[in-house]
């Protein structure tokens, strides 16, 4: 699956790939650290919140909790 902003794809494949390395040949025989992957995660993850800015997409709303609350049958905000 490709990422949110197009220039992010190649970012998010070479995190998949080393996350899948770390968690095949590491996590499943009882490594858990998981720093390995961590340069990878955070310029992948600085270019997806750059990508989400660009389509105006706010942070604090995905990260809203909405399961069990009010708004979780709400309908979605009408785009303006």
Known sequence: MNSIGENCSELK???DHCFLTWFSEKFLKGDTNDEVCAPFFKVYQQCVKKAMKEHHIDLKEV??????SADEHAPPPKNT
């Open 13 to 15: 494949n070479q995190y």
């Open 63 to 68: 990260e809203k909790d909405v399961l069990g």
